[in-house]
């Protein structure tokens, strides 16, 4: 059954604290995202990446980090540097040519 | 970044009512989407549209990509409680992600 897994659901962390999130797709797709979601804002770009080692900053890169290692996985660390972490975070991936993005399930990340 | 413009922000309407929302850009976009997400998930794909023009259905969904290319609407006829969610548009230009619209947050009044 083919999609994207975001893990895990909720996480909690304390402020100052790095955490990463995950993101794997079985799609063989070749483009992935990292999304941010704040009430009222819509879907902002964090990173993208079009291919295996390499990757973009989005609209609000700072605070955060990728890798993409393998095809099928593109984990997001946030780090302390993000001012405002806690939101909702989703990943997608898509065929070649940024179209048509498939979303995971999200992430919400709360920062105490 | 950019985003696109979306309206209403909210919509409040009665089962059984049809719902029509747009979007605008000052930019041309080659591709038009539009989501749905519900509380606590991501957003699903409901149509995607590829030129100018183009009217698509899906069931009671019926979005059109506006012929300058700067627009896009989605109207959803004869509406039903589980319609209720946040509704998203999508463009694409170039060689770019997509960018997204801030929603329309839609519910439905048994």
């Known amino acids: 059954d083919g999609g994207i897994t975001q893990s895990p659901k909720y996480l909690f962390r304390k402020e100052g604290q790095n955490v990463t999130l995950s993101c794997e797709q079985n799609?063989?797709?070749?483009?992935m995202y990292w999304y941010r979601q704040d009430p009222g804002q819509g879907l902002r770009l964090i990173y993208y990446?079009?291919?295996?080692?390499?990757?973009q900053k989005g609209d609000i890169a700072e605070g955060y980090s990728v890798s993409r290692e393998k095809k099928e996985s593109f984990p997001l660390t946030v780090t302390s540097a993000q001012k405002n972490p806690t939101a909702f975070y989703l990943c997608?991936?898509?065929?070649?040519?940024?179209?048509?993005?498939?979303f995971g399930q999200g992430t919400r990340l709360t920062v105490v | 970044g950019q985003q696109l413009n979306q309206s209403p922000q909210s919509m409040f309407i009665q089962e059984g009512e049809d719902v029509s929302m747009n979007c605008t850009s000052s930019?041309?976009?080659?591709?038009w989407l539009w989501y749905k997400q519900e509380p606590g998930e991501g957003p699903v794909l409901l149509i995607a549209?590829?030129?100018?023009?183009e009217l698509t259905s899906n069931g009671r969904l019926t979005a059109q990509f506006g012929i300058t290319r700067k627009d896009s609407f989605l109207n959803i006829s004869a509406s039903i409680p589980s319609d209720v969610g946040i509704y998203f548009c999508?463009?694409?230009?170039?060689?770019?992600?997509?960018?997204f619209g801030k929603g329309t947050r839609l519910s439905v009044i048994a």
């Open positions: 990446s079009q291919i295996v080692n390499d990757f």
């Open positions: 999508a463009g694409q230009k170039g060689n770019t992600p997509l960018v």
């Open positions: 930019s041309i976009f080659n591709t």
């Open positions: 997608a991936s898509s065929t070649g040519g940024y179209t048509e993005a498939f």
């Open positions: 549209l590829y030129k100018a023009g």
């Open positions: 799609l063989n797709h070749d483009a």
